[in-house]
């Protein structure tokens, strides 16, 4: 009955590697987000994705590219993983951009 | 440039008792603001939201506080319960695609 998931929960990998992030909401909302929660705990938003398209690019590097093959789900790929790519990366979804987020459980990525 | 800020990073309080946490934010344009909670190992959880127009919104043992003058405002929880002990953010939001601005967290502890 988890709303907001995400896989893996953990991922641990080494600098240069390209990696992906998955995430389903079943909420039925329209609206997905993901979010970086960096060592100093700060929760940033990088994108947001409403009925499959991207509404929100934050000043992020190009090797980070989500996609939306549907409504339910927003997937984060990685590519050329650096070490300030460590961090938790939080999934979100709203029925609208006007309404409360619901967030994901995280994944915590290391780069070694 | 923090849009929003917790100057409190932590806060301790006896069960029973009320806990007041604050939140301060600069940008003007925010027409809605919400409370989170987050428990280690898990996203936050969306806790009550208060619109730019009102002052107060009340919820349960939770009421938020809005003083857009002083840009400012504030969760009370009455009365607090050990179950409240958890990281509380604070977020402002305006209508462009759903985007939230962070607080930095303030860490509630709530003793028996």
């Known amino acids: 009955d988890t709303a907001v998931s995400q896989t893996p929960k953990y991922l641990v990998t080494q600098m240069g590697n390209d990696k992906s992030i998955k995430c389903e909401q079943n909420?039925?909302?329209?609206?997905m987000y993901w979010y970086k929660q960096d060592s100093k705990k700060f929760l940033k938003i990088m994108f947001s994705?409403?009925?499959?398209?991207?509404?929100i690019n934050e000043t992020v590097p190009n090797r980070f590219s989500p996609k939306s093959p549907d409504k339910a789900h927003l997937n984060l790929h990685i590519n050329s993983l650096e070490l300030g790519d460590s961090a938790v990366y939080f999934c979100a979804s709203s029925q609208d951009v006007r309404h409360e987020q619901y967030f994901g459980p995280g994944t915590r990525l290391t780069v070694t | 440039d923090q849009q929003v800020k917790q100057n409190s990073p932590s806060l301790s309080v006896q069960e029973g008792r009320i806990s007041i946490l604050n939140c301060d934010y600069t940008n003007s344009m925010f027409d809605y603001f919400l409370w989170y909670k987050k428990y280690p190992a898990e996203g936050p959880t969306f806790l009550i939201s208060i619109s730019s127009i009102k002052d107060k919104n009340e919820d349960g043992r939770f009421t938020v506080f809005l003083n857009k003058s002083a840009k400012h405002l504030s969760l009370h929880i009455v009365p607090s319960q050990p179950g409240d002990s958890a990281v509380y953010f604070c977020?402002?939001?305006?209508?462009?695609?759903?985007?939230?601005?962070f607080g930095q967290g303030t860490e509630l502890s709530v003793k028996p």
């Open positions: 977020a402002g939001a305006y209508n462009q695609g759903g985007k939230l601005i």
């Open positions: 994705y409403n009925n499959k398209e991207l509404i």
């Open positions: 909420l039925g909302h329209d609206t």
